[in-house]
């Protein structure tokens, strides 16, 4: 968890896959800010890659405009399945 970035406390949120619009990315952020207003705790955990262009756009226009929100979002690159902690 610690290698990872993950926080060892608090409520965590987690989506692990490619990150893209076609996936709910959008509702996902939506729902993270709805949520973080609410719980103080609450992080997001993004495991997995967007790819260039509109995708990742979306990720950085988020960050962009919820600054407060940056530092609870979480970005963690790839990992293989078996190498995911158990949450």
Same mark, same amino acid.
């Given at each position: ?16 896959? *490619? ?29 997995? *890659? ?24 979480? *970005? ?6 078996? *190498?995911?902690?158990?949450?």
């Amino acid at each position: 968890v610690t290698r990872l970035g993950i926080p060892q406390s608090g409520t965590r949120l987690g989506f692990v896959g *490619e990150l893209r619009q076609k996936k709910g990315l959008g509702l996902l952020l939506l729902a993270f800010q709805a949520l973080a207003q609410k719980y103080a705790d609450l992080s997001l955990l993004l495991i997995g *890659e967007g790819r260039p262009g509109p995708d990742r756009q979306l990720l950085q226009l988020f960050r962009k405009q919820n600054p407060q929100l940056s530092p609870r979002l979480i *970005e963690i690159p790839s990992q293989p399945h078996a *190498e995911l902690p158990a949450l």
